[in-house]
C-alpha cells in the first residue's frame, strides 16, 4: 500500500512537444504529491507540488493533474525544450509524516532538437 | 544562502567496513532527512533528524545509524557494509518536519 508507480520508465519528445509522465498511488491517506527533477550528479530539485483539493496546478510550463478517486497524478511539460532533459521522479507523503517520501522509480526524458 | 553540501562525494569501501558519510544542511534548516537511491530507482527514506533526534525511520537495519549536530549537521553511518549498500546518498534539509526538502549532489558509495 505505500507504492508509486510510475510510467513510463523512459520518454522521447520532440523540442515544443508536451511530455507527459504519469503516476499512480495506492495508499489513499497520501495528501502531497511532488514531483522531483535530477540531473545527472545532481540531488533532485522540487519541481511542483499538488495537495488533493485540486484537480489542477500550473507552474509556468510545468502543470500537475490530479485524479482522486482514480489515485493517479500526473506531470505535463508543455512546450518542451533540450534544457528539460532530465530524470523525473513523483513522489507521495502522508499528512502525518511528509517528511517520509515515498517515490516512483523516474522516468528519463530526453527532448529531441 | 549556502546550500546543502554533502562529503565526501565518491568513496570505494570494501564488505564488512564501516563508512560515516556527512552533510551540512542549508542555512536555517534544522531538519535533516537521509535517502539511498539506488542506480536506476526512485530515493527510499532512511531516517529523519529533528533537534539532534531521530525522528521517523524507513525500512532499513540498525547498522544504519546516523547523527545530527547542534549547528544542525549530520552524519550517516552504515556498519558491516554490504554489496547491497553500494548506492547514491541523498542528504535533504528542511526549515520544519514536512517542509520542501532541499536536496545535496549526494555520496556515491560503491562497496566492492
Known amino acids: 500500500q505505500q507504492q508509486v508507480k510510475q510510467s513510463p520508465q523512459s520518454l522521447i519528445v520532440q523540442k515544443g512537444g508536451i511530455s507527459i509522465i504519469n503516476c499512480a498511488y495506492e495508499?489513499?491517506?497520501?495528501?502531497?504529491f511532488p514531483w522531483y527533477q535530477q540531473f545527472p550528479g545532481k540531488g533532485p530539485a522540487l519541481l511542483i507540488a499538488?495537495?488533493?483539493d485540486v484537480s489542477e496546478k500550473k507552474e509556468g510550463r510545468f502543470t500537475i493533474s490530479f485524479n482522486k478517486s482514480a489515485k493517479q497524478f500526473s506531470l505535463h511539460i508543455m512546450d518542451s525544450q533540450p534544457g528539460d532533459s532530465a530524470t523525473y521522479f513523483c513522489?507521495?507523503?502522508?499528512?502525518?509524516?511528509?517528511?517520509?517520501?515515498?517515490w516512483g522509480a523516474g522516468t528519463k526524458l530526453i527532448i529531441k532538437p | 544562502e549556502t546550500g546543502v553540501t554533502q562529503s565526501p562525494t565518491h568513496l570505494i569501501k570494501t564488505r564488512g567496513q564501516q563508512v560515516t558519510l556527512r552533510c551540512s544542511s542549508q542555512?536555517?534548516?534544522?531538519?535533516v532527512s537521509w535517502y539511498q537511491q539506488a542506480l536506476g530507482q526512485g530515493p527510499q527514506f532512511i531516517f529523519q533528524?529533528?533537534?539532534?533526534?531521530?525522528?521517523g525511520r524507513g525500512n532499513f537495519p540498525p547498522r544504519f545509524s546516523g547523527l545530527q549536530f547542534p549547528n544542525y549537521s549530520s552524519e550517516l553511518n552504515v556498519n558491516a557494509l554490504e554489496l547491497d549498500d553500494s548506492a547514491l546518498y541523498l542528504c535533504?534539509?528542511?526549515?520544519?518536519?514536512?517542509?520542501?526538502?532541499?536536496f545535496g549532489e549526494g555520496s556515491r558509495l560503491t562497496v566492492l
Open positions: 542555512s536555517g534548516h534544522n531538519t
Open positions: 513522489a507521495a507523503s502522508r499528512g502525518d509524516s511528509n517528511y517520509q517520501l515515498i
Open positions: 535533504a534539509s528542511s526549515t520544519r518536519r514536512g517542509g520542501e526538502l532541499f
Open positions: 499538488i495537495r488533493p
Open positions: 533528524y529533528y533537534r539532534e533526534e531521530e525522528n
Open positions: 495508499n489513499t491517506a497520501f495528501d502531497y
